[in-house]
Antibody, heavy 120, light 106 residues
Framework: QVQLQESGPGLVKPSETLSLTCTVS????????WTWIRQVPGKGLEWIGFIYYSGTTNYNPSLKSRVTMSVDTSKNQFSLNLTSVTAADTAMYYCARRVNIALHETLDYWGQGILVTVSS | IQMTQSPSSLSASVGDRVTITCRASLAIRSDLGWYQQKSGKAPILLIY???ILQSGVPSRFSGSGSGTNFTLTINSLQPEDFATYYCLQDYNYPRTFGPGTKVEVK
């Protein structure tokens, strides 16, 4: 059974960098796309972007100037960095596995999420 | 692509048939998924390709539509189905979610 677990600081100061890691267990990180999604408390879901195991990325243009994703296949982990954070970046951050089935995209496994609060 | 959902919330009883609509601002073929999110939990995949039931999802869930109009139907609503439902387009980037439909107890 594939499991994803987000980790990182739950509190980040304004203007600093939010750094999260998603550890994949029960399966290999290779051959899949890995996605970050966030959810402001009480609000909807926002797609941040994905990273392929080879390192190819695609970011949401609304965050592109501040987002960097990376992957470490040796550790079965991928990461999210979001720079210059503000209170608007306070959210639950989820990592998820993207799988293409019959040419359709699915997010079939999700982490439990990690709440990151931006506050001084 | 902008995704809209209606209604934003609805009240229903166990055993009811519930229909949620998702509309895309431009045609997205059948590149749409439906996700269920319960309070405090991560979303789970219900349907992909607009109408294909994810393995393990009860058959009371069904999806239909293509182009710009999509529906999620829950036949005979069960107590565990009270949750928020989101559509997600995977036609182009950035991927975008609908704003969600909360299904509440009547």
């Amino acid at each position: 059974q594939v499991q994803l677990q987000e980790s990182g600081p739950g509190l980040v100061k304004p203007s600093e960098t939010l750094s999260l890691t998603c550890t994949v267990s029960g399966g290999s990180i290779s051959t899949y796309y890995w996605t970050w999604i966030r959810q402001v408390p009480g609000k909807g879901l926002e797609w941040i972007g994905f990273i392929y195991y080879s390192g190819t990325t695609n970011y949401n243009p609304s965050l592109k100037s501040r987002v960097t994703m990376s992957v470490d296949t040796s550790k079965n982990q991928f990461s999210l960095n979001l720079t210059s954070v503000t209170a608007a970046d306070t959210a639950m951050y989820y990592c998820a596995r993207r799988v293409n089935i019959a040419l359709h995209e699915t997010l079939d496994y999700w982490g439990q999420g990690i709440l990151v609060t931006v506050s001084s | 692509i902008q995704m809209t959902q209606s209604p934003s919330s609805l009240s229903a009883s166990v055993g009811d048939r519930v229909t949620i609509t998702c509309r895309a601002s431009l045609a997205i073929r059948s590149d749409l998924g439906w996700y269920q999110q319960k309070s405090g939990k991560a979303p789970i995949l219900l349907i992909y390709g607009a109408s294909i039931l994810q393995s393990g999802v009860p058959s009371r869930f069904s999806g239909s539509g293509s182009g710009t109009n999509f529906t999620l139907t829950i036949n005979s609503l069960q107590p565990e189905d009270f949750a928020t439902y989101y559509c997600l387009q995977d036609y182009n980037y950035p991927r975008t979610f609908g704003p969600g439909t909360k299904v509440e107890v009547k």
